[in-house]
């Protein structure tokens, strides 16, 4: 069974930048797709990335489109998320997540689930 470890957020002002980083167990992470998903308070869970197995193949929501950027490392088991021009409304517990497909930007393929990062965005 597959672990997956967020750690990266933190609190931040509007404008500014963090990078999350998902740690994952398991030799067989460079088969499957993996995804950052984000919760705020009030409001669904929400797919905001996801990255093919090889790393070639990426999906943003249009929320995010040009501030924030996925990316993989198989060799060391990883997963990024490099987020910039935050704003107050990208506050929100981040999850990284595993999906049970070699590509798919669909939310409901993804099956492995991290505790999740807090990230605060002030204004």
């Known amino acids: 069974q597959v672990q997956l470890v967020e750690s990266g957020g933190g609190s931040v002002q509007a404008g500014g930048s963090l990078r999350l980083s998902c740690a994952a167990s398991?030799?067989?992470?460079?088969?499957?797709?993996m995804g950052w998903f984000r919760q705020a308070p009030g409001k669904e869970r929400e797919l905001v990335t996801a990255?093919?197995?090889?790393?070639?193949?990426?999906s943003y929501a249009d929320s995010v489109k040009g501030r924030f950027t996925i990316s993989r490392d198989n060799a060391n088991n990883r997963v990024y998320l490099q987020m910039n021009s935050l704003k107050p409304e990208d506050t929100a517990i981040y999850y990284c997540?595993?999906?049970?497909?070699?590509?798919?930007?669909?939310?409901?393929?993804?099956?492995?689930w991290g505790q999740g990062t807090q990230d605060t965005v002030s204004s």
């Open positions: 990255i093919s197995r090889s790393g070639v193949i990426t």
């Open positions: 997540a595993r999906s049970l497909m070699a590509w798919s930007d669909r939310s409901t393929v993804f099956g492995s």
């Open positions: 398991g030799r067989t992470f460079s088969s499957n797709a």
